[in-house]
Structure formats: structure tokens, C-alpha cells
């Protein structure tokens, strides 16, 4: 079954900092470009980094460059975000899907921030 699992997530203080993974089944993250993407209440879902399948390279939004982190360890078939310095702001909930082609979407995992 082709599945994507996201986990990680909780409650942190603003400053604070979580490292969330998503774990694939079905399909290898080799094969694809990966993404995070969050989806805050009552907003649209957005991208907030990705990593190349060809290189490595990664890209971030201007916003979040420096304070996260995306990595792969293609023999747990695992992508990892880590986040930094994390803001109210940054509360959402958290996926993690490939960017080209059709994989369903995981659940998520739940960031909150307290200030």
C-alpha cells in the first residue's frame, strides 16, 4: 500500500524547536522531488521546503530560510524537517508529499506554538 506517515509534531514554546519526520511505504523517496507543505486553520496549504531526487539541493521561502531544515535518509525511506526558532506563526499542520506524480496524502502532524 502505496502510504506516506507523518510524525513529530506537539507542542513547543515559541523559540523552541521540533524535528518532524515522514516515512514512506509503497513507493521509494528516491524515485520523487520531496516536499513539506503546512496547512494553517483557515489557509490554504503552502510549501515550505522541498529536496531535489537528482542533487540535493533544497530550496526554502525566503521566510523560513535558515530556521528549517529538510534531509533525507533514503535507507529509512525518511524525510525529516527540522525546525528552529519556531513562532506562533509556524503552527499548523505539518505533510510531507512528493511533487511530481499522485501520492496520497498522509494525516499530518499537529505543530503548536505557544508564546
Do not use: H
Not at 520523487?32 to 521561502?61: H, L, M, N
Not at 524537517?81 to 511533487?99: F, G, R, W
Amino acid at each position: 500500500e502505496v502510504q506516506l506517515v507523518e510524525s513529530g509534531g506537539g507542542l513547543v514554546q515559541a523559540g523552541g524547536s521540533l524535528r518532524l519526520s515522514c516515512a514512506a511505504s509503497g513507493f521509494t523517496f528516491d524515485d520523487y522531488a520531496i516536499g513539506w507543505f503546512r496547512q494553517a486553520p483557515g489557509k490554504e496549504r503552502e510549501g515550505v521546503s522541498c529536496i531535489s531526487d537528482t542533487d540535493g539541493s533544497t530550496y526554502y521561502p525566503d521566510s523560513l530560510k535558515g530556521r528549517f531544515t529538510i534531509s533525507i535518509d533514503n535507507a529509512k525511506n525518511t524525510v525529516y524537517l527540522q525546525m528552529n526558532s519556531l513562532k506562533p506563526e509556524d503552527a499548523a499542520v505539518y505533510y510531507c508529499n512528493v511533487l511530481t506524480g499522485y501520492i496520497p496524502w498522509g494525516p499530518g502532524t499537529r505543530v503548536t506554538v505557544s508564546s
